[in-house]
């Protein structure tokens, strides 16, 4: 889906991914456009951060409380405040005008290829890791702290199976690029800082404690010990 006020851009950036094979809806306004997600429930949305009226900002806001579809915000404000703004309500990337529609189509790409976990086979064992008060089911992708489950953007819950998955393990920023976005992708890899702190937030964690997300000095990131 494709959500842009610009009637040219939109069908360019449409036409790129109907040569793909995929099949595109085109909306011109925020507000239509959260309408027809919630019919046809998209896998991915392209979303213009600077719509009239209801912004791309809102829009996106809107659309986290009922789509886990991987959102791509373009703009055309490269300061990095407005980056901040919409990737912290739940975008998983972000391009700036103007941009290349093969790199886009490559970055949409490399996330829909992202590596799911697997259900366990035949033997019925749940695959779910323990940290502290946190439950992570890498089959099932729930998430739940002290019972309670937590809505996970699906960029934050493949940010923290990765780092459950080597728990001991202490990742750079590269290597969660690599593996959450894919190898391919290009950008500034403080985009994982970004989500690191939504996810944080959302775990009620505290990124001096790192009781479940742990930053590791010079490095990047690891798995807390939920202590």
Do not use: N
Request: glycine residues 10%; hydrophobic residues 40%; negative net charge.
């Amino acid at each position: 889906m494709v959500i842009e006020d610009e009637p040219e851009l939109a069908a360019l950036v449409g036409s790129y991914f109907a040569r793909d094979g995929f099949e595109v809806t085109v909306s011109h306004d925020g507000g239509q456009g959260v309408t027809a997600a919630r019919e046809i429930d998209p896998d991915v949305i392209v979303l213009d951060l600077g719509l009239p009226g209801l912004d791309g900002v809102e829009v996106c806001r809107q659309l986290r409380t009922f789509s886990d579809a991987y959102v791509v915000i373009l703009t055309a404000r490269s300061d990095e405040v407005d980056t901040l703004i919409g990737l912290s309500v739940g975008a998983d990337d972000y391009m700036t005008k103007p941009f290349s529609p093969r790199e886009l189509m490559a970055r949409v790409q490399a996330m829909l290829r992202r590596p799911r976990p697997l259900r366990q086979p035949d033997d019925g064992a749940e695959a779910a890791r323990t940290v502290g008060d946190l439950t992570i089911d890498t089959a099932g992708r729930d998430v739940w702290l002290q019972g309670d489950p937590v809505a996970l953007t699906r960029t934050e819950f493949d940010l923290l199976a990765a780092l459950a998955e080597r728990p001991r393990m202490a990742f750079s920023r590269r290597q969660l690029i690599d593996h959450v976005w894919g190898e391919t992708w290009v950008g500034d890899e403080h985009l994982v800082d970004v989500h690191i702190g939504h996810l944080r937030r959302k775990l009620g964690d505290d990124a001096a404690e790192g009781r479940f997300v742990r930053t590791v000095r010079g490095v990047g990131y690891r798995m807390g010990t939920g202590q």
